[in-house]
């Protein structure tokens, strides 16, 4: 199954970033439709960074979810529902630091007269089949999630997997009926711990775009989910959801098919405090940061996605950091405010997709960081 | 009144950066001292970035100064309370996003054979007389705290301002005691809201400083005093606490009776993420942040000194920030967490003094940055 | 202008509690109406207890209003819009302790064969007139608030104000926007803390009440609103939202008018453990608490409603509580909490709507608490 | 080993509950010494109400200790160190709703001209044997504990375990060098997780309670440790501290051998609300809860020992309660603010020492409580 591109013809993709007065306005997304700027149909995906705590009782995600997809549905005289089957909805909780919620809208329109460069961003779009409750947090979706960026790919007109600069994930997870049902069917579940499935759906997701984009090589053990956190892809950023049954991912790459002047890369933050991570990003995409951006070169990025977890360890670089032994703030939301610190102090802008959870994506305490830029 | 330095002969400032464990650890103090490289005699002033939230009910402060009292008094032969009154002992609750706890002790020996430079880094203590409940946010106290500056600066050696380059102040605040030993005597008070009155006091100091500092000139009004936020120091950091009666001093800065290879500079964070202030504040001191200072760059730093805080106004350079709306996490730990993050990434460390509550110190949202570093 | 009652022939008021999932769930109540046990057209007023913080950055409310404003728009085949200007919706967030996420549906019906008591429950809604930002927090809104409830008293059929045991009050607030709209046309706001002006408004509110329910003899002065803590009412409970440009006022009472064998009373308590105080307001509705309510006695109780606060004094009973010296919690939610304990003990359920910010409702540290059941 | 008793003549125990302005505040127990109501020798425990948030990163526990040690230290002549030998110091985190900080001092004294009466109320401390990483949360710790709970039962004059109503264990945790020490000597522990080896280890504590009060018949699988629920002690109130390497036990409960007008007797809580239990506790002790201690029988009630725990099924009779799925407050702050608030109705004050983490303590959701009331 593929979506969000047919293969036909010269495409193009624009990144539209937008700020939210909270979680429930939509009134930007709004006033880029009448102003003309977006074609409602054209939006393939919307990312969402919201001011919620990006934990468990974060209901911040679906109340932005359900107000775009009440938006469109209005534009695109269809239901909220059907909305919801057409367009990718990827909120992250957590704005610590000095974060700023926005919306970042990724659009796929005909290339008309957009501008030709030899490769220009480029987005697909697939989804596995229906996964089991008995598959999450191992090797059956791990398959299936390379399988699906592989289709992703495709969908996408990327042919070479180093091509890939950004794959975002959204896996199911295990609740309680879920795992009853697989036990009434004579079956055994990942965990038992409801909120620990998140964990171990996400690290399979993240494995298997490793896999996909040939990070690793051959295959990896099932033991290894969620456990080898020397095993990691440098472009994969999952998330799961209760809401879903199916893995769906989205491929940002770079084609010769697309046209347009938007350009991605990506590169990998080591620690929380990697700014020569970040530098190198930007350097992808043609930015030449000393220091902070200036204001020239600020205006050509038009999004940054990255991931922040605590080290485990319990130390960067020597120091002890105290984020996992905080009972009154949670260890992602300490990691969201410094990587979000790190970052902006480089971009010089805070609306930046800093998310959480970053099982096999980036070595441990790291993450992915992509940028998307406006070429020069 | 005057300590810290006797004027006499040529002194040497010595800066240690050591670990704690928990707040009550004070064990790699003892080290330091078992191991002959920290004379107990020679500590003037231990600054604590301690792990607790840095507001209200934050007693990680005071319960790491008990444990630097008692560790002292045993070394000096003492009591803990006269060791409170000889070492000043300034802790910053707040180790948000990636900050790491630590202790910074401030020593001052005789200089020795220690190196020779034009100049060198010298401290210099001193204390008002005793402030009365009515004089507090008020400009008694602002002309008190600058009498108490240059009283420093003299201790220090330091004859001109623009060598003078970090101002610690500690300030008392007003206890519902306080406010009705000022009633029984007939006076009124500059706020009967206790939390506020940290906030006026440190305001009032911090504008001391800016007049000693001849950072503004002539004099202030009182109605400025928390409220006029376009009249700041750069070179100020004031923090309010229920155990004193008076402010103590203590100024750092270059001075040519001073040798060691010590070094200090400073630059203002004009908002959270100003890295080019982090990286001005740097050259100050010799330093040549390309991105993130190399190993050797990084070990000549050996302490780096800022305040933060949110911007008032909501937002940072057009982008809504939500510390002042979140009624999860104080606004000031946001704060913490953003700056720290700017400043870990540029200088590839984490044990660095970030602390909260910049009235008058530094633009409103930004704050001053100073850098202790070793000379190349 | 009023609504919530025609005035003409015999009315019942029925009410239904249910369970929330989550803030957007709305199944329980699609359930009853799926049943039959519920018309959608009957229902008046929706009160929700959501599980958010109850403070700033509480969007749970919002969240359940859209929801519910959705679910009804399609039983209703009107819009969301529609439902909002005929339902009155209050969120109130927060379920700290043991309180458990719950909506209270009112629904007013033809009596046709309801149980016939000397009174019912009786419940009638009014509106004021739109409030311009210069009158709120002051005695312009007192005014009108108190003749929107002696209008939703006709409203409700109820002549006596002893016969009303609760008024819901929801007010607007002052926003930026707000302020300087008043200011462009030369006039002064009550204040310029947005996030004060929620205190004022609900306290101007609840003397309206006050006075509309002759709690308070004659008028009160301006400069009481917010402060004199003095003057209260035993009746009121207000909350103050964006959304609002007039206040809506619902009152609840026992009416000869009315049919039904639900009947409404109240006590208030006298500061959070103010356990004799529930069971007076238990008594008045026929109950007789010996310790915890029994199984059938459970069964009558059909809705608690309570306020709760802080004391300000610091103590309770004279011993200290930390309420208003917690930075990590809010001391809404502690009291909230504590207060759900004492009441949950005595009924023995936890969908209890305990809600927060008691200006003038219920003396300082207190609030009216308010009990429907059922006629044994 | 044992102390807190000598066993030969007739003793007296006596109990003293005074409030701290904030941790590290002993002044209230320096008062008591000085006015001579309290010998500084007599006093064999401590127990203290501290307000912390109870978990990993609550550093007032540790702070109240040193300020305890400190004080008792200047009126023993002796050191800090010695007086942790002899004193029990059992601090627990977490005031929350309207829970106030507060000690409670066991004294043991001669018994004089003391009161007498058929029991008295009765103390008994012992230890286990120093208690290796690879036994934590086995049966080891299980065994050693009933052990040293009957040692304690002869030290405090106690032949029938019915007599006992309150054991208070004091229990070590697994910390990664405690960990690595069982491992090079060839060892498995319980866990390596070390924040759950505190769960296991009071675990196994309470199993031991139950065991040598025969609460539990025969003996326990080691399997069930921490997993089995159904088998608890209802009178074990355990927890783990970092500091320690045994078990430290003190046994309260009514003997012939004592003199003195305390007693005490306990209930249990079934659930968080089960106010029912809470007037059973009462009745025990001779008082004669209706509704509301009256003012008489609350200067009779000495101290009111209880154990919170969130309901693992997520519900509280049927209805849903958020504690475990909130990420913004802890589960044992929010059980420990409900349990306080229904005693705190029923007793009428808020100085009730209420701590969480009750496994095989009570039934799951529920908890021991105990009371100590002065015969009327």
Known sequence: MQSGGSGRGLRCCRVHRVPMRDPG????????????????????????KTEGNGCVNDFTRQYAVNALQRLLAGYLGTTPEEVGRKVAMVMSGGTEGGLSPH????????????????????AGVAFTRKLEPEELGRMAQVEATAEAVRTAMIAAGIDDPADVHYVQVKCPLLTSERV??????????????????????????????ALALEELSGTVAEAAIGRDMSLWSARASTSAGVELTRNEVMVLGNSARWAGNLVIGHAVMRDPIDLPAVNAALETVGLAPRGQLDAAQQARVAAVLAKAEPPRSGLI????HIMLDDSDIQATRHARAVVGGVIAGVVGRTDIFVSGGAEHQGPDGGGPIAVIARRG
Do not use: N, Q
Request: aromatic content about 4%.
């Open 180 to 209: 009853a049902d697989a036990r009434a069917r004579g079956r055994t579940v990942a965990t038992h711990d409801t909120y620990h499935s998140m964990a171990l759906s996400r690290a399979a997701s993240a494995l298997g775009v």
């Open 25 to 48: 306005d939509t009134s930007s997304i709004a006033a880029l439709i009448d102003s003309g700027a977006v074609e409602p149909a054209s939006i393939v995906a919307i990312l969402g």
């Open 317 to 320: 670089r020597g120091c002890r």
């Open 103 to 122: 919306f970042v809208l990724i659009c796929v329109e005909a290339a008309a007269d957009a501008a030709r460069w030899p490769k220009a961003l480029a």
